[in-house]
Structures are given as C-alpha cells and as structure tokens.
C-alpha cells in the first residue's frame, strides 16, 4: 500500500493576541512535570452489559485504573519510537494543545522519537496520508483552536480492512502507538482498534482521548470532556451581550438554540453562566412528558408576567435536540423515518402541499393532530431532511422559529381575550460553529496539554484500549492528578441502525445532579420582572487566576463549589 506525506506549508498571519498566546506555557500537574511511576489501582467493569461487553473484548476488558505519581530521576526510553495521532469528529477547543503536549512528551522521553499526524481524521489513517508533525508546525499551533493542524473527519473504523490498512501503514512508518483524539463514538472506535490490534499481536497500543464541546462524554472519571470550557464561555459571553442589548432597548425576545446534539449541558451551562429568563433542559422535557404545547405555554406565562410590569424583552435558551426528547415529537419522527425510509411514491409527489397531505393521510391520529400543528416550515424540514440513513436531521431542524411562531399565535389568541397587553417582537439565533474552534481558554489549554503529555507516558508504559485521564479538575492544576482509564469501563450496550452495538455510554443531565438544581432553585427568580442577567464578558487569558483559569460553573457545582 503506498503511502503519502503531505509537506506542510506555513501561510498563517497571526494577530497579536495570536502571537502573544504561543509563548503562554500550559500549567501541569506536578505528576507530569518530572519522571513519573505507574501505580496500578483496582480491575474495572463496564458501567452496564457487562458479559456482553467482556466477550466483544476479552483482551482490553477489566483493565485496572491507572495512576501516576511523580518520583526521582528520569524518565526515558533507549529505543526511539514514532506515533500516530488523529482527530477525529467535530472541532473542539484545545485539540491543537493535545497535540502539542503529545510531541513535548515524546521527545522528554527520547529526543529521537516522531510525531506523525494523519490528514483529515480516521481516514487518513486508512489511505496512508500523513505529516510528520516537526518542532516548527508544532511551535505555529501552540494554545490555538481549531483543528486545522492536521483536519478532522467523521470516517467510521468499524471494518476489518480498515483495521488492517491501518496495521500495514503503521509498520511501514514505523508507529508503536495510535492516538485518537475524539468523543464517545470515535473513542468507542479506539476501543475496538485496541482490541483488534491485540487480536492480532501487531504490537500497535491505541489511546483515546476526551474531546466533545457536547460535554456529554463525562462519567465517575472523567470529569469533562475539552473543548466545553471554552465554547461554553464563548455562546455566554455572546448570550449577555445580547442580555445588555435587549435590557438597553427594551425590546425583543431573543430565542436562543445552542449547539449540543443529544445531552442539554451546553444551554444548562450557558444559562448558569448569563441567567437567561427561560432555559428549556431536554432532559426535563422528556421526563415530565411534555408537550409541545406544554412548552409554549410555559414560555408564554413568562412573556405576559414581564409584559405586565413593563418588560417587553427577554431571552431564551433552547438546546440543539429538544425536539427528540418531546415524547410525541419523538413518536411523530419514528413514523417519518419508517414511513419515508426508501419510499418512491412519496419522492415521485409533485410540491409539497401533495407531499404534506400524503404524510397526514399515514400517520397515526395522534402524530397526524400534531404534524398538523406544526408551521410548513417545520414540517417540510420533518420530511425532505434526512441523514445517509434516511432519518430526520433533527440538528437542524430550527426549533426556536418553531417556538416563536408557535408563541406568536398563542399570545395573539391571549390578546383577542384581553389577557395580554404587550408587545411581543422576537429574534431567532443558533450559536454553534461560533464555539467550537475558539482560542482555547486557560483551562482548556492546561487541561488539553496534560492529556496529550499523559497520553505519552501511557505509551511508555505499554497500554493499550486506555483513555488518558486528568481529574481533581477544580483544584489548582498543579493538584490535578493523571493517569489512565479503560475504555471499556465506560461501556454498555445500546441499538445502532438496528443492531446493539457498543458504545461509550453518553452523559445526559442529570435532573438530581447541582447543576440541574441550581437553575430549578433560581428560574422563577430569572423569569422574574427584574433584571437578573448577568454579563460574563470575553474570555479572558491573562490576569487573576479566578477571571482567567476557572472551569465551568457545572464543574464546580458538580463538585461541591
């Protein structure tokens, strides 16, 4: 199989604040900053499914938990070896630094060692195309976001003959370990690769690390995933910039949906951070069974109180998957996706007031009564968006115009009763892309650094089917501790396109976790007519520590804080 380097070519124009962050020095633990010994702690199990789990890996099942601690001397290794390095999935904050703590690390340990990075995620790994991540590309990227180092890609490792290709490239090249850098999906795949890898004897280790702005890759170890800091901080502060301008102006409710496919951490974080008048939690949703209408009635009862003493503004955050976690809503998308799933009588349908009357006329009573509520808008998006699985692209179905219109009719009929006298003008946005390649915060950029010098030592140590693991996260770093935890233990069973497949177990909010509590105990106080908003500003990289180096409030909530 040939393989292919791609020679890096600088044309990067760097803006002071650019320029000023490459020389900023990422704090570490104390475990990390000198020679470190392995201590191995107790056999593991994976969170659920646990037989099921053991015979798809018997060899990376029931790995202990690992922990490094500092000792004297030093740590290095005779034989040179290269690795390989991939992100993979969507960008997140940070990713640069995991990088660059991946290369520091190799070369403490044997100047002579390589970084090799593969192009454009997983794939690059499979068709062979690569960099050699020198110290000069190394230096450009130091405390950026991004991850345009090396791209990233959405490429499944899932078959043998991609498991194979990979082993052949890997020799050819040299490399003793793969280092993926993702979220649950891509971090499952580590797993799998590990495993395979063992299967064969082909003396290739894979390590994962944590990466989501999702914040849904999260569990009794891993405390959050890099990259949700920094996004977080980046939608809050355009979330209280646009608090200020409505309480400026006196006008316009801003509909706010925040990026976050599943789990509603990032507007549950946002919220804890600007104090928005209205935070919709999916998880919430879905437990009190809400509907659609429950939700706009909610919404509405706030818009009148404030307009009743004046107030004609507000805000409200919307996290990115609501619609699946409306229990109706969900039933009504499972009916689409098995009604539309390679139908070629609907497709042949001429317009789409012929398609819309075809769908009502298949659907159940209940899902019919409630795609007939929804705008045209919305319901188009239902039916003509789909996924290469023929599914509903949920994340982009744009629920906070659904939310205005449906709140617009529903204080019309208010008015027509008199029993509302405001004024209702309202703005839409999505705050997304805006977060998931900004300049990595301080704590993102000492956390995400300590990742990839860990990871190194994990290497070193010979481990396999780990993910390199950096807790204590609410204490100074240099009181962070680091080590390792099998991927496995994260694991259950859940069904994937029709059949169970494993998978790392996603992080839902927790609605009897603190951070949930928090907002439940102070919403009535936001909602409120007064001006509880609260203004966080941009990021900041220089300065006290407790303006520029704190995690998230759900962090710190979570731990007591």
């Known amino acids: 199989m040939q393989i292919c380097q791609i020679k890096y070519t600088n044309l990067m124009q760097k803006s002071p604040l650019q320029i000023a962050r490459q020389s900023y020095q990422p704090k570490m633990p104390v475990a990390l900053q000198g020679a470190v010994r392995l201590v191995e702690g107790e056999k593991t199990q994976s969170v659920a499914d646990q037989e099921e789990i053991k015979k798809l890996f018997p060899n990376t099942y029931g790995l202990p938990l690992i922990t490094f601690e500092p000792t004297t001397g030093k740590n290095t290794c005779a ?41 454009g995620g997983p794939s ?88 989501t702005i999702d914040g849904d890759l999260k569990n009794e170890m891993i405390e959050t995933s890099f990259g949700f800091d920094t996004a977080c901080k980046t939608y809050a502060e355009l979330i209280g910039n646009i608090q200020r301008d409505a309480n400026s102006a006196k006008k316009y409710w801003h509909f706010i949906r925040l990026m976050g496919r599943s789990a509603s951490h ?61 229990p109706a809503m969900r039933v009504l998308i499972q009916e689409l ?31 019919c009564e409630l795609y007939r509520s929804l705008p045209k808008g919305i319901a188009r998006q239902l039916t003509l968006d789909r996924d290469p699985h023929g599914n509903v692209m949920v994340s982009q179905i744009e629920t906070e115009k659904l939310l205005i219109e449906m709140v ?52 070193a140590a010979g481990k396999t089917g780990y993910m390199s693991l950096v807790r204590n996260l609410t204490r100074p770093a240099a009181e962070w501790l680091a080590g390792g935890v099998p991927i496995t233990m994260m694991m259950n069973m859940e069904r994937r396109n029709g059949k169970m497949k494993p998978v790392i177990q996603k992080a839902l909010v927790e609605l009897d976790g603190a951070p949930f509590k928090y907002l439940e105990a102070h919403r009535a106080e936001w909602a409120s007519p007064h001006t509880n908003y609260i203004y966080p500003g941009p990021i900041q990289y220089y300065g006290p520590t407790e303006v520029c180096d704190q995690p998230t409030r759900t962090l710190l909530l979570e731990r007591g804080k």
């Not at 290269?82 to 990713?95: D, E, M, R």
């Not at 996706?337 to 209940?366: H, I």
Request: aromatic share 8%.
């Open 79 to 119: 034989e040179p070896f290269n690795v390989g390095v991939i992100l993979s999935g969507g960008q997140a904050p940070g990713g640069h630094n995991v990088i660059c703590g991946l290369f520091d690390g190799l070369k403490a340990l044997n100047p002579e060692n390589k970084l090799y990075g593969f192009l």
């Open 124 to 211: 690059g790994l499979i068709d062979g195309k690569y960099q050699e991540l020198t110290k000069d590309i190394i230096d450009e990227y130091r405390n950026t976001g991004g991850f345009d180092i090396i791209g990233s890609g959405r490429t499944k490792l899932e078959e043998t003959w991609q498991f194979d290709n990979g082993i052949e490239i890997c020799k050819q090249l040299g490399i003793k370990a793969v280092v993926i850098i993702g979220g649950d999906d891509s971090n499952t795949n580590a797993c799998v690769l590990a495993e395979y890898y063992l299967q064969k004897q082909c003396g290739i280790q894979v390590i994962g690390c944590p990466k």
């Open 266 to 326: 990032i507007a549950l974080e946002c919220a804890l951070q600007s104090q928005p008048n209205i935070c919709l939690i999916s998880e919430e949703v879905e437990a009190k069974k809400m509907t659609l209408n429950d939700i706009v009635e909610d919404i509405v009862k706030v818009i009148v109180a404030r307009a009743n003493a004046g107030l004609n503004f507000g805000t409200v955050l919307i996290p990115e998957g609501l619609i699946e976690f409306i």
């Open 337 to 367: 996706n098995d009604m539309l799933a390679n139908n070629e009588e609907f497709t042949q349908l001429d317009g789409d007031d012929a398609k819309r009357e075809y769908v009502k006329s298949m659907l159940t009573p209940a899902s």
């Open 408 to 459: 617009q009719k529903r204080l019309a009929v208010l008015k027509a009763n008199g029993e509302y006298k405001g004024k209702f003008s309202a703005l839409n946005h999505f705050f997304g892309y805006e977060g998931r390649c900004a300049m990595p915060s301080n704590f993102d950029a000492d956390y995400c650094y300590s990742i990839g010098v860990n990871a190194t030592h994990l290497i």
